[in-house]
Each structure stands twice: as structure tokens, then as C-alpha cells.
């Protein structure tokens, strides 16, 4: 167990209505990332973090924004949820540090925007 | 771009059946390729990594093999069990990227 805890488990909200996803992990591992998995096309990364206010983008990063202000909590925000950002969201780890392989993930966050 | 493909998409076998799992990738320049298991409405479970200068890794009934030159791993899992049901993706990791395919989801019937 890599100690990995996303909130909330689940959410509906409206479209355009601003959405923040917390991942706490308890073994202060440097790298974090977060996924989006849809239908049809799998897992793709969002954004990812290498350490405290250093984070990067992924493939699909349009529309959202992150924060790491302590190791522990990655955020991701969507400033004005759209339909399309309905989805499944996972935040993973990395624990050997290589910046693009996360190797643990949490039970997702299941997102619906109405 | 690297692409990710797995065949089959599902897969349904009785219980006590080996069984191999698919997964080809487009580009050849990778660091290593990772499987991994997902439950449903559950996180995914890393089970194998394989080295790009490995040919396979073994975990209990499970082992993985990589051809790098063809572009293929094959996961095969011996003396299959229905607590084997779930997806299974293979993950290829470039040198910047970490590119997953879609999933085989497999079902074990007792």
C-alpha cells in the first residue's frame, strides 16, 4: 500500500462550476501526477509534480491547473468544469523518482459534469 | 508519436486455462515497458516491469517477455483463476513519455 488517498471519491457538479481533486500521500514521495481514463482512450497524464510548486504539463492539460504546496498533496483544479472533462481521475506516485513512471496509484475520483 | 495497441480487447477463459495477453508498440526506442492490473472502480497495480535490455520478468504465475526489435510484449499467466479477472494494460515508457494501451479485460469463469 503506497498510502495514496484521493478525495472526493465521487462528484457531480454542473458545468461551469470551478472543481478542486485532492491526492494525499503519507511516504513523501517527490513525483505525482495525474491521470484522466476515459473509454477509447485509456490513460492520459494531465499534469505532474517533481517536488513543492514544481509541476509540469501532460497530453490532455488544457482546461486544468495544479498545485503542490506540501509534499503530501497534489491538487488538480478545474477553474469552469465542462462536460467533457467527465471522467475518471487517478493520482499515482512514483517512488524510484524517474519523472515520467508512476508506479502506484489511488482508487480514482469519479467525475461527472451535468 | 508512440502507440499502444493490446489484443484482445476481452477475453473470457474457464478456470485452470494459461492464457497470454498481447501488447504491441510503434516505436522501438523505449526504457522500459510496465503491465498492470485494474480492478473495477480501482486504481491500477504495477505487476511486472520489464528493462528494455531484459527479454522477460517472472512473478509467480505470471510472466512477461519483451521483444524490443518486433515492438511486442506478451504477459502470460499460467493456471488461470477467477481471482485473475480484472483489465490488464501494458505501459511502454519512452524516454519522456509513458504511453498506456487501452486494456485486455479478462474473465475467469470457476
Known amino acids: 500500500d503506497a498510502g495514496i488517498t484521493q478525495s472526493p471519491r465521487h462528484k457531480v457538479t454542473e458545468t461551469g462550476t470551478p472543481v478542486t481533486l485532492r491526492c494525499h500521500q503519507t511516504?513523501?514521495?517527490?513525483?505525482m501526477y495525474w491521470y484522466r481514463q476515459d473509454p477509447g482512450h485509456g490513460l492520459r497524464l494531465i499534469h505532474y509534480s517533481y517536488g513543492v510548486k514544481d509541476t509540469d504539463k501532460g497530453e490532455v492539460s488544457d482546461g486544468y491547473s495544479v498545485s503542490r504546496s506540501k509534499t503530501e498533496d497534489f491538487l488538480l483544479t478545474l477553474e469552469s468544469a465542462t462536460s467533457s472533462q467527465t471522467s475518471v481521475y487517478f493520482c499515482?506516485?512514483?517512488?524510484?523518482?524517474?519523472?515520467?513512471?508512476?508506479?502506484?496509484f489511488g482508487d480514482g475520483t469519479r467525475l461527472s459534469i451535468l | 508519436k508512440q502507440e499502444v495497441t493490446q489484443i484482445p480487447a476481452a477475453l473470457s477463459v474457464p478456470e485452470g486455462e494459461n492464457l497470454v495477453l498481447n501488447c504491441s508498440f510503434t516505436?522501438?526506442?523505449?526504457?522500459?515497458l510496465q503491465w498492470f492490473r485494474q480492478d473495477p472502480g480501482k486504481g491500477l497495480t504495477s505487476l511486472l516491469l520489464?528493462?528494455?535490455?531484459?527479454r522477460e520478468q517472472t512473478s509467480g504465475r505470471l510472466n512477461a517477455s519483451l521483444d524490443k526489435s518486433s515492438g511486442r510484449s506478451t504477459l502470460y499467466i499460467a493456471a488461470s483463476q477467477p481471482g485473475d479477472s480484472a483489465t490488464y494494460l501494458c505501459?511502454?515508457?519512452?524516454?519522456?513519455?509513458?504511453?498506456f494501451g487501452k486494456g485486455t479485460m479478462l474473465l475467469v469463469s470457476p
Open positions: 505501459a511502454v515508457c519512452g524516454y519522456s513519455t509513458l504511453t
Open positions: 520489464i528493462q528494455s535490455s531484459q
Open positions: 511516504e513523501n514521495h517527490r513525483y
Open positions: 516505436d522501438s526506442a523505449i526504457y522500459n
Open positions: 499515482a506516485i512514483s517512488e524510484n523518482g524517474r519523472s515520467y513512471q508512476p508506479q502506484h
